[in-house]
């Protein structure tokens, strides 16, 4: 399944502003939001994001903060 994923960084009430953006493909929603947690937490990623959107073909959308609270 084709999948658009969003890198975003989200400040006090602010809308969430899109960092980066990207179509992917893969068999697996888990896989691709594992991926995107393991960006949110690498030292090395230059954009700093603080969470993540999902969006599928079927327009599910899936969100990850680290707080579970803001998402």
């Known amino acids: 399944m084709k999948v658009s994923v969003e890198l ?3 400040q006090d009430d602010e809308q969430p502003k899109v960092l980066h953006r990207i179509v992917h493909e893969s068999h697996s ?4 939001a594992g991926a995107l947690r393991n960006v949110m937490n690498s030292p090395e990623t230059p954009l700093s ?7 599928t073909e079927d ?13």
């Not at 929603?29 to 691709?32: D, I, N, Y």
């Not at 994001?49 to 969006?55: A, E, K, L, S, W």
């Not at 327009?59 to 998402?71: R, V």
Request: charged content about 20%; proline content about 7%.
């Open 59 to 71: 327009g599910i959308e899936l969100y990850g903060w680290p707080d579970a609270a803001n998402g």
């Open 8 to 10: 975003l960084r989200w």
């Open 29 to 32: 929603l888990e896989t691709v």
């Open 49 to 55: 994001p603080n969470g993540y959107r999902i969006v």
